[in-house]
């Protein structure tokens, strides 16, 4: 794939989600908000407790909440932390984290919410991209991912900046979405049907 057909494919997924966090009631090209949230396994009173304005832009693909296990004073990573809705029960643990993400709108969402929450001194959140992280080598011990690999054409990045920015031993959390049967070879020439 080439550079200027990455940056379009980069343009359209941050609108998209850029649009989730500024219209979470609109019609989107796939589920959003507390729907998609029960249905993929986040208990309700769970998602109760968390801000509204959080739970109605959540996007990810599973239950990553189920999977992770912090422990109090550990250093973690939500990359592509959209709303904040792991990144805020992660928060909960006494774990220190970051969000990144690379939708302001997103993360003037999450900023909002880690405030509602009370966690803006154990989370912190920043603008980035996933291939490109601004962390020294080894800063966390866990890294957190639902849902970013398969919108992003530069994965094999995405897993180089991973592995340097876990420390030896770190642990990856991550929950993705797959095809369960090869594309047709026309929709693998279509670029157009990349995002919708």
Known sequence: MDHQTIEQLERKVQAAYSAIAQEPQARHSFPVGRALAEGVGYPADQLDSLPSSTVESFCGVSNLAALFELEPGERFLDLGCGAGLDLLLAGRSGAHGVGVDFSDAMLEK???????????????????????????????????????????????????????????????YAAEIVLEEPLHQSDREDQSNWFR
């Open 110 to 172: 999450a900023r909002l919410a880690v405030d509602l929450t009370g966690l803006s001194e154990t989370v912190r959140l920043l603008k980035a991209d996933a291939w490109n992280l601004p962390f020294p080598e080894a800063s966390f011990n866990v890294a957190l991912i639902n849902g970013l690999f398969n919108l992003n054409p530069q994965r094999s990045a995405i897993f180089h900046e991973l592995s340097r920015v876990l420390q030896p031993g770190g642990r990856l």
